[in-house]
């Protein structure tokens, strides 16, 4: 069993990962109780309910799942859904459907007997909002600190895999906007028998790149998940090179449990749990890419 997660968070969220799967669940039910841990954590400031808002103050929450036998649930820009991996899964589960956006997400909530219940911004939230309108030059925040979202790669002890995602996006995004995180292939993938990917970073460049499926299929070919990471960074700073400016973060992870990770900015952490430990990482970033090629390293 092993299990990744991104940032500081993916420690307490591979925690319960680990357990889920230690007690006979699968590895969707560990990504999903995983992330959950994240997006119940008050703390954090860009998963979850506790998350920034957008430019009108509304907190609007992104997530996905999806299990190696190619099924995949997502929802995009849903408010006052605490736990949005979770009706992820629910989507995946009892709809024939992937994906649910907005007003539709919170119905098929309630349907699900989920709580759906706009929450008043805190203290720390409205005070970042307003600081942020008084700005006179007013775009959503695009910096290195800001991308926080929990991504989870899991492989359990029957040896299947999954992956999650959820967020609640960019800082004072534009209402409606929707990065990467919820859409299959570009913030997460898994394919079976060849292994799985996600991203975390703006989404607006994961998404013209399809990050997530590009690393998968790279495994595909042959390239271990490291390589898999550095082809995929490569290939980001030549189709866009603007992305250098930016953060963005992957991790990758075969069926041997072999793990990959990569950013474009130093400064990216991601935790890797077993059955022995579970410890946090920083990673390399683009400058610490060898020129050799990728596909002479394992
Ligand atoms: N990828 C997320 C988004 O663009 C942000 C993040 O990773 O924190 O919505």
């Known amino acids: 069993m092993k299990v990744m997660a991104t940032w500081n968070h993916g420690v307490a969220a591979n925690e319960r990962a680990l357990q889920v799967i230690k007690q006979g669940g699968s590895a969707m039910d560990a990504v999903v109780e995983g992330c959950m841990v994240t997006e119940l954590d008050e703390r954090q400031r860009s998963v979850g309910l506790s998350g920034w808002p957008d430019s009108d103050g509304r907190v609007s929450l992104d997530a996905a799942v999806m299990s190696d036998d190619s099924r995949a649930g997502s929802v995009a820009c849903v408010r006052g859904v605490a736990n949005p991996v979770q009706l992820a899964r629910r989507v995946m589960d009892h709809t024939p459907h992937v994906m649910l956006v907005g007003e539709g997400a919170e119905r098929f909530a309630q349907q699900q007997g989920m709580l759906v219940r706009d929450r008043a911004l805190d203290h720390e939230q409205r005070a970042r909002l307003d600081a942020w309108l008084q700005q006179a030059i007013r775009t959503p925040l695009v910096n290195v600190e800001n991308h926080d979202t929990i991504s989870m790669i899991a492989l359990d002890a029957s040896g299947r895999m999954a992956v999650a995602s959820t967020t609640s996006g960019?800082?004072?995004?534009?209402?409606?906007?929707?990065?990467?995180?919820?859409?299959?292939?570009?913030?997460?993938?898994?394919?079976?028998?060849?292994?799985?990917?996600?991203?975390?970073?703006?989404?607006?460049?994961?998404?013209?790149?399809?990050?997530?499926?590009?690393?998968?299929?790279?495994?595909?070919?042959?390239?271990?998940?490291?390589?898999?990471?550095?082809?995929?960074?490569?290939?980001?700073?030549?189709?866009?090179?603007?992305?250098a400016e930016c953060q963005v973060g992957v991790l990758a992870m075969d069926y041997g449990g072999r793990a990959g990770a990569l950013s474009v900015q130093s400064g990216f952490t991601y935790a890797v749990g077993t059955a022995e430990d579970n410890t946090l990482h920083e990673s390399a970033f683009t400058q610490d890419i060898k020129q050799d090629s990728p596909r002479n390293r394992s």
Not at 173 to 188: H, N, Q, Y
């Open 170 to 243: 960019l800082a004072f995004k534009i209402p409606g906007r929707v990065g990467d995180s919820p859409i299959i292939g570009a913030g997460l993938f898994v394919e079976r028998g060849v292994g799985a990917a996600v991203c975390t970073g703006l989404g607006e460049v994961v998404q013209r790149t399809m990050g997530a499926y590009a690393m998968v299929e790279s495994m595909r070919q042959g390239l271990s998940p490291q390589a898999a990471c550095e082809a995929f960074i490569r290939r980001l700073h030549v189709q866009i090179p603007e992305s």
